[in-house]
Structure formats: C-alpha cells, structure tokens
C-alpha cells in the first residue's frame, strides 16, 4: 500500500508518497494541495493519505529547507527502486550526488557512465525521475550552459526557479526571461 502526505513550503504545497521500500514519489510544490493529491492518485490508485514515518518527515524536512533556500543533504532519503531500470537508477544515483548550487550536463552523467552517446538516454531517464529534488533533476543542465528541458509542471520556469533559489549558476540566463 501506497501513503501520502501533502506539506507546504515556501513555494506552494509538495508532497511525498511511500511505501514499505521506501520513498515512491515527490510532488513538487503546487499553489493548491489538491493538484498534488490528484496527481498521486493517477499514479497509486491505493494511495492513503497518513502521517509520514520519521525517515519521510526527514525528507520532508529536507524538502522544505531546500526550497527555503537551503543546502540540506538528500542523499540518504530511502528510494523505492522497485519500478526503475537498472539503467535510470546509474543516472539518479549520479543526479543525487551533484550538490545544491551545482549543476551537471547531460553528456557529463553520459561520461560518467561510460559513453557520452548515451546523453540523451540520461535526459529521458531524468524526464521519468519521480522523486524531484531528492534525485535533483534540475541540477542537470543541456550543452554550451542551456538550460534543457524539464518534464514537471511548469517546465523550464520551475527547474531555473529551483536553481535560481540554490543559488545555481544556470540560474542567471537572462536568455529565459528576454
């Protein structure tokens, strides 16, 4: 059985879903609860909202320093790795290890899992990331300092709004608000 639980933060309303494995989902922050909830239930029809065991109110409160700007380490957060390739757990495991106000490209993960071919790979794997922020995909930038896409609600705004709040150097491309 899937649990849940909706929590603010300085940016809007987030929530976390798990399982006995561990940590099943990140919600990014929305500005009504009701857009985080429905989007769980799309993915976990079983889903019950519950108060979240101490290892969740740790992500939770990793999650909430973040975004208040922040440098809280997410690295240990229990991953429920049970619906993820082999491959995507390579990237999420590299992804986690970039710190906060840093950034990584895509052919940079590519590099370092053995071919720089497999860049886009790396992209489409962070595009299937359900845990954002504690596997931080919007730490990972395209070539030449572009931005590159992200697949959460919002797009490219919300991954250059949580740079930017890291204090990120991808955060200050003036090209996005131009």
Not at 44 to 73: H, S, T, Y
Request: glycine residues 12%; proline residues 8%.
């Amino acid at each position: 059985m899937t649990q849940y639980t909706l929590f603010e933060t300085a940016i809007g309303w987030a929530g976390v879903a798990w399982g006995d494995a561990g940590l099943a989902a990140v919600h990014l922050p929305e500005r009504q609860p009701d857009t985080a909830h429905r989007s769980f239930l799309r993915r976990f029809p079983d889903l019950q909202e519950a108060e979240p065991p101490p290892a969740m109110a740790a992500v939770i409160a990793g999650v909430r320093e973040l975004i208040a700007g922040g440098k809280p380490d997410l690295a240990d957060a229990p991953l429920d790795l049970s619906r993820t390739s082999h491959f995507d757990a390579r990237v999420y495991a590299i992804t986690r290890a970039i710190p906060p106000g840093e950034t990584l490209t895509y052919g940079e993960i590519a590099t370092r899992l053995g071919d720089r071919l497999l860049a886009r790979d790396v992209g489409q794997a962070l595009g299937r990331n359900p845990w954002p922020i504690v596997v931080p995909c919007h730490r990972v930038t395209a070539a030449g300092g572009k931005l590159g896409g992200f697949s959460a609600r919002g797009g490219a705004a919300t991954k250059l709004r949580l740079l930017a709040i890291e204090g990120a150097k991808a955060a200050a491309q003036p090209s996005l608000f131009g």
